[in-house]
């Protein structure tokens, strides 16, 4: 490797180790801290720096919600029961917001408030007086009506905060050991609706179920993208040519799910596609 190049590295390391040591002064001044913890790469990281400062201090709060699969909920309470991490189940019913059901543009803002609302109500009757999330610096390049709601309910970002990007919380989570470090992201199943279109207990099931499917069938990072009775299918560019290989078998199963319609979006998987339609 190049004398420069070793250098810059060298310097992208140091300054990657400052935000490391950065996050957690951050942290040890919330005292006692509740963490949302949904089992992703980001709050799975968090949740164990937060708990690597706070000990006891550290309750991580897993929602138990129609629009997260009972996949994530399962392997969010295995990592805490794993490394030893106190932990709460929230049930929250978001499907008697019309806010949310009618899936307007701005239904993150109305389904994450009413999911940290009740968040604050169990930390605060715990005796947690800081609850936290997240969201990363990337966050901010995409159209993230949700911030909005946690900035009016006082939640703390502090991956934010320390201007940590994806990128490098994975460096930090390999660093950690952590077995998150390359998992592929991850949304709510809501995001998957094209907006306006109706979200019933149903369809979110069907696209959870459709997503089951293509991780068991060894696709990484997929979604599908739910229009009425349509599937609009996302992988990795990489694995395109083994999306079509399967077609037959995808479009049948898809079909007994209740889907009509099974089709393969040729840009391949996007972060947010479905905020492509509209002005922002």
């Not at 140091?14 to 002064?25: E, G, I, S």
């Not at 699969?69 to 189940?89: D, L, Q, S, W």
């Not at 592929?184 to 149903?202: N, V």
Request: aromatic letters at 10%; proline letters at 3%.
């Amino acid at each position: 490797m190049h004398a420069r190049s070793i250098a810059w590295l060298v310097k992208e390391m140091h300054m990657l180790k400052d935000k490391y040591q950065t996050l957690r002064a951050m942290i040890n001044t919330y005292g006692k801290v509740a963490v949302a913890f949904s089992g992703g790469v980001d709050s799975t990281f968090l949740v164990k720096v937060c708990h690597d400062v706070l000990k006891e201090n550290c309750l991580a709060c897993i929602c138990v919600a129609d629009a997260f699969p009972a996949r994530e909920k399962n392997r969010a309470v295995a990592f805490c029961e794993k490394h030893g991490i106190a932990y709460t189940m929230i049930p929250v019913d978001v499907m008697h917001l019309d806010a949310f059901i009618n899936n307007p543009p701005d239904r993150c803002y109305h389904c994450k408030k009413e999911i940290f609302k009740a968040i604050l109500q169990t930390a605060a009757q715990r005796g947690f007086d800081v609850v936290c999330e997240g969201s990363n610096r990337d966050d901010d390049s995409d159209y993230r009506p949700g911030h909005k709601a946690l900035s009016e309910l006082g939640i703390c970002s502090p991956l934010r905060e320390a201007d940590l990007y994806k990128e490098e919380i994975r460096i930090l989570s390999k660093q950690m050991g952590l077995e998150t470090w390359d998992k592929p992201s991850f949304a709510c199943l809501a995001s998957r609706f094209s907006y306006g279109q109706t979200i019933t207990k149903e369809k979110l099931q069907w696209v959870e179920k459709a997503e089951q499917f293509l991780e068991n069938k060894g696709f990484r990072q997929y979604r599908v993208r739910i229009h009425e009775n349509l599937a609009r299918l996302e992988v990795l560019p990489e694995q395109m040519e083994m999306l079509f290989e399967m077609r037959h078998e995808i479009v049948n199963e898809l079909k007994q799910i209740g889907f009509r319609y099974v089709t393969i979006d040729l840009q391949g998987f996007r972060t947010g596609s479905m905020n492509e339609g509209l002005n922002l």
